[in-house]
Nanobody
Framework: VQLQASGGGLVQAGGSLRLSCAAS????????MGWFRQDPGKEREFVAAISWSGGNTYYADSVKGRFTISRDNAKNTVWLQMNSLKPEDTAVYYC????????????????WGQGTLVTVSS
């Protein structure tokens, strides 16, 4: 699976962005999908994940209620809708595909996209 993330940019605090992750390959629907983010000098951290069917979603406490993850298996795409953005959301955001069980753990993910930069100004 090859992943291509897009949609990052500069936004003011309180604004919104929608990240997209397009996947190649016919096995997209077999993978749980996740979003992670990383600030320079910090560890990559879990943001959100979604099950194969889209029926189950998982969020980090820091984004719960503000971010929404969704997917369309027919389009091989997963999205991350980010609302009420805060300066602390500034990071490079990565999408990833997991065949593992613990969707909040980096170790569960087999494939990673290249990342898209989100900058939230105060």
């Amino acid at each position: 699976v090859q992943l291509q993330a897009s949609g990052g940019g500069l936004v003011q605090a309180g604004g919104s962005l929608r990240l997209s992750c397009a996947a190649s390959g016919r096995t997209f629907s077999r993978y749980r999908m996740g979003w992670f983010r990383q600030d320079p000098g910090k560890e990559r951290e879990f943001v959100a994940a979604i099950s194969w069917s889209g029926g189950n979603t998982y969020y980090a406490d820091s984004v719960k209620g503000r971010f929404t993850i969704s997917r369309d298996n027919a389009k091989n795409t997963v999205w991350l809708q980010m609302n009420s953005l805060k300066p602390e959301d500034t990071a490079v955001y990565y999408c990833a595909a997991s065949s593992g069980v613990v969707v909040t753990s980096l170790r569960s993910y087999d494939y990673w996209g290249q990342g898209t930069l989100v900058t939230v100004s105060s």
